[in-house]
């Protein structure tokens, strides 16, 4: 597709560049960019490659690409802070993308770090006050992440609560310091949509400041931050111009939750019920999926301060009501709860505990922790009923007591824990308890002595787990071997004594021996755990301990066939790792091996099967064979075999059709590899009709075909762009029908072949836009853009619309959606006719430009009523013209003539301004002028004077330029001319 750069084809960089950019490329770009040699002039090209693995996940490969591909000694200054920026920006994506607590707080503080590099060493310029604003952010998102730690990790020792509260406060101290800045600058500039936003951002950070000081110790503090919180947020509110924005109504969802701090109870419920009452819900109702999303999860966020506030003030059955309430809501918008309405629900338990109805709350909190395992509000949900359990002693189901323990346990309150899980396993009175909770309980009360590093008691109890339960519950008792053998471990690589190596080895022989044990006798929990575990480390490219595992694996095992598949899938991964070429080579040999010894072993009469059970086993380990051999055949370059494994995939296994589109996807980027494009497009309709459901399959295959056709319009381009250049020559050294005729038939013919897959391209990549996950910024623009380039306008003004209702709040996108969008859109309304439309953009372009001429020049004075027109924005002014007068456009022998407004006295002396601030006889002025006697010429046609005033002009011009007259401007003004006569 086309890649992004400024309209006068210049790179936008920190200095004073126009707009700021956007940061995240597009996995499109990913998939046509290639890497080229780091420079100056392609920098920027780099850089969206860069952006574009970051927007797939790949931050290390990103990371990487930087440090070897971009040496900044090699670059110009400005070229090496638009790099440091990139690195910035990149690992903020990472800090918020990577699963593992580690590395996204080592992500962090790489981005921190960066961030605060750049603003130091760039201080002034737009696209540093964007970097600015994007550090106050971070900052503020690394300070919240802080406190919420403080929240929820109750049992966290007092050092270390201390030493989080001092880097958190410090932290919201520089977002602050950093938002006071830029509140200042926007505020000189005249951007008060700007001013706004970090108002809001500034009202946020006092109030989760707020919560770094302790309570009753640093109650001055804690007072201060909210005072100055309240402040900010209502100074916003009193400022803020649309009525029901969303800034308005999230400044009202904060400001409701510091007068809940102050103790103002009534003021807070007003600012929840103000957000309420705002959003209209029979027309919100009425919009698409992800409108309805967003003000769904604004609501809930409502509702749950409000409950959480009213349960705090004792107003119970007002909780309940308030929960009851957004319930409706969410049915109504055809949603399901979010996290804020479930933890509104925990509110509404917490209510029904305190009115009495105990076996509610504790019903309707379980309801919450089985929907929320392993996530925040699970542990929230948990923790009340820890407290439950904690009222009323043993006296609760097992279940309860057990998502107790685990809300004490992901609190890091391990001691309570560990309470919790033997009161649980004193509690275990019926055989399906003792099946459910019996070795899970060890396994935690396991867990919480290795979160202390207490080891050896952790390894006693997972050894008791499992010698307790293993005869009920095999797989979570074997699950307490592993932990025992991982446990004792440990403890032998603390001590290194000769007794804890004894015990380790010991347990290892139990882990084994037990495996073996139960592989057969308990439905093939011993295989389904070697096979798990050997994944597990082929996924860490740890091949040897997973080949290690299935050699375990005996015939006798249910997975038995899996393991014999499962080798020469570990050989294939292998290879696919492997840098030596005789090693890789090697692999995918034995692989292909594998799978041809696993079809010969099914074909042996005295392996055949007739259980229903087994035979359904067999046949995804036949296909799991299939598909991977073919995988070996495809990265050997066999594509032909390929095809011959995988061709006739849905007759040969009728009841694997879930599985058939990924085998169809394969074959589709086989046949691309192969250069047999028609059979790819073939497949890939067959894919669209047969499994429109397949969302994550039919969008990757629509990127591929975009691809596909972006690639084929790449080759018709220069054909298309070097029949544009010779009509323009052939007008320009002289106008002749029998000379331009036959290069108007070449231009239409190279038009239409370029654009036939342009169009498909692109309406492959708006299929992947609205079906995709994760889809930038950038594909949206895109498939805007080819519409427009297109004259698909209809189509075009749809696409640029979606990207304002998509990223209109990105604080990221925002600027770029006010400048470059909203021109686009300008254009499209111009072009289609759409005068009304058009005006009502080009004017706010205009009026912003006389604003700040009027600024640069310390005068009052109007430009558009004088002289003083200043040509810097001649872009903006042109079309503010075209719309409210006529305008003409030459494409070959072709004049497309527009009305715009019909203003044409008005449009006609602008262009006799316009034309006194140009040059004389450059192109410019010549446009200028013909527009002005074009103009005068469509007035004329009911004012006399006019018309014979534009003959004037026209004949004027043709007198005055003389011979060294560009034969272009020469053969419009005669055709003019004719037309005025």
């Known amino acids: ?243 029901g924005s969303a800034r308005q109504l999230f400044s009202y969802l904060y400001l409701g939750q510091v007068f809940g701090a102050q103790g103002e109870i009534q003021q807070a419920v007003g600012c929840f019920d103000y957000i309420e009452q705002t959003i209209v819900l029979d027309e919100i109702a009425g919009r698409d999926a992800d409108t309805r999303g967003q003000v769904q999860a604004l609501l809930e966020r409502s509702h749950f301060r409000a409950s959480e506030i009213l349960n705090k003030a004792s107003r119970y059955q007002d909780v309940i009501a308030k929960a009851d309430a957004l319930a409706a809501i969410i049915k109504k918008l055809g949603g399901r709860p979010g996290p804020f309405g479930d933890l509104t629900a925990i509110e509404k338990a917490r209510a029904y505990q305190q009115l009495g109805r105990s076996g509610d709350a504790i019903a309707l909190a379980v309801d919450i922790s089985g929907r929320n395992e392993g996530n925040t509000v699970g542990i929230v949900a948990n923790k009340f009923l820890s407290d439950v359990q904690s009222q009323a002693g043993a006296m609760l189901p097992a279940n309860v007591m057990y998502s107790a323990a685990e809300g004490k346990r992901a609190s890091k309150q391990y001691s309570e824990a560990i309470d919790l899980y033997h009161s649980v396993l004193t ?269 994550s399959i039919v969008a990757a295959v629509a990127l591929t075909m975009a691809q596909l056709y972006d690639r084929r319009a790449e080759a018709l381009k220069p054909a298309y762009e070097t029949a544009q250049q010779k009509l323009t020559t052939a007008i320009d050294e002289t106008y002749s029908a029998s000379r331009v005729l036959p290069i108007e038939e070449e231009l239409a013919a190279a038009r239409k072949a370029y654009f036939d897959q342009l169009a498909k391209a692109t309406e492959y990549l708006d299929f992947f836009n609205k079906n995709g996950t994760n889809v930038p910024f950038t594909n949206y623009e895109i498939v805007a853009d080819n519409y427009k380039d297109m004259g698909r306008y209809d189509q075009a003004v749809t696409a640029y619309n979606e990207i304002v209702r998509r990223f209109g709040n990105d604080p990221q996108q925002k600027k770029v959606i006010e400048s470059r969008i909203r021109l686009d859109i300008g254009e499209v309304h111009l072009a289609s006719g759409n005068f009304d439309e058009a005006l009502k953009i080009w004017q706010a372009f205009v009026d912003q430009n006389v604003a700040e001429i009027i600024a640069r020049k310390g005068s009052e004075k109007d430009p558009r009523t004088g002289d003083r027109w200043d040509p810097t924005n001649a872009e903006y002014w042109s079309k503010y013209l075209f719309s409210i007068g006529g305008s003409v456009e030459f494409e070959g022998r072709e004049r497309i003539e527009r009305d715009g407004k019909g203003q044409w006295s008005e449009a006609a002396t602008q262009w006799t301004r316009m034309s006194k601030r140009l040059p004389d006889y450059t192109n410019e002025w010549y446009f200028a002028k013909f527009h002005v006697a074009y103009n005068l010429y469509r007035s004329g046609k009911t004012k006399t004077g006019d018309r014979d005033l534009s003959k004037r002009v026209i004949q004027n011009l043709i007198l005055l330029a003389g011979p060294q007259i560009d034969p272009k401007w020469k053969e419009r003004f005669e055709w003019l001319e004719r037309k005025v006569r």
């Open 427 to 695: 509690s275990l009175s019926t055989p399906e308890d003792r099946v459910e909770y019996g070795a899970k309980a060890w396994n935690g009360i396991g867990n919480c002595y290795a979160y202390m590093n207490r080891y050896l008691e952790a390894g006693i109890a997972f050894e008791e787990g499992f010698e307790r339960h293993i005869t009920e519950d095999v797989e979570n008792s074997l699950e307490c071997l592993d932990n025992a053998k991982r446990a004792f471990g440990r403890r032998y690589n603390e001590t290194k004594t000769a007794m804890d190596e004894e015990r380790f080895k010991k347990i290892e022989e139990k882990y084994v021996n037990a495996l073996s044990q139960y592989a057969n006798s308990t439905g093939g929990i011993g295989g389904k755990i070697f096979l798990a575990r050997a994944n597990s480390y082929a996924d860490e490219s740890n091949f040897s301990e997973a080949r290690s595992y299935l050699k375990r694996i005996t015939q006798a095992d249910p997975y038995f066939e899996r393991a014999l598949v499962t080798q020469g899938i570990i050989d294939l991964k292998e290879a696919k790792a492997s840098s030596d070429a005789s090693k890789k080579s090697q692999l995918f040999a034995q692989a292909t091996q594998r799978f041809d010894d696993y079809f010969a072993f099914v074909a042996k009469p005295e392996n055949k099967v007739a259980d229903p059970e087994a035979s359904a086993r067999r046949e995804e380990s036949i296909v799991q064979a299939t598909y991977y051999k073919a995988n070996v055949a495809f990265e050997q370059g066999r594509f032909a075999q390929v095809e011959t494994l995988l061709g006739d995939f849905e007759t040969r296994f009728p009841r694997q059709e879930s599985f058939v589109p990924v085998v169809w996807r394969f074959r589709i980027e086989s046949f691309l590899e192969t250069g047999n494009e028609n059979e790819a497009v073939a497949l890939a309709k067959k894919l669209f009709e047969t499994y429109p459901n397949s969302q």
């Open 1 to 243: 597709m086309k890649n992004r750069t400024s309209r006068d084809g210049t790179s936008k960089t920190f200095v004073r560049a126009a707009c700021l950019p956007t940061f995240l490329g597009t996995l499109l770009g990913v998939l046509l960019l290639a890497a080229a040699p780091a420079s100056a002039q392609n920098l920027d090209e780099e850089l969206r490659f860069v952006e574009g693995l970051a927007e797939a996940g790949y931050f290390d490969l990103a990371e990487d690409y930087l440090k070897e591909h971009l040496p900044a000694g090699s670059l110009p200054e400005e070229k090496i802070g638009q790099l440091l920026l990139t690195r910035a920006r990149l690992q903020r994506q990472a800090a918020f993308s990577q699963p593992r607590e580690d590395l996204r707080q080592a992500a962090f503080e790489e981005a921190l770090d960066l961030y605060r590099q750049f603003v130091d060493k760039y201080d002034e310029g737009k696209l540093v006050d964007e970097a600015r604003f994007e550090l106050a952010q971070l900052l503020q998102d690394r300070g919240r992440y802080l406190v919420e730690r403080l929240e929820l990790e109750k049992g966290m020792p007092a050092a270390e609560q201390d030493k989080l509260r001092q880097e958190a406060g410090g932290i919201f101290e520089e977002a602050v310091r950093t938002l006071v800045r830029l509140y200042s600058l926007f505020e000189q500039e005249g951007n008060s949509d700007q001013a706004l936003t970090t108002l809001y951002y500034k009202g946020v950070c006092y109030f989760n400041w707020s919560k770094v000081f302790p309570r009753p110790q640093k109650e001055f503090e804690f007072q201060d931050k909210l005072r100055q919180a309240h402040e900010t947020l209502e100074d916003l509110i009193w400022q803020e111009e649309v009525t």
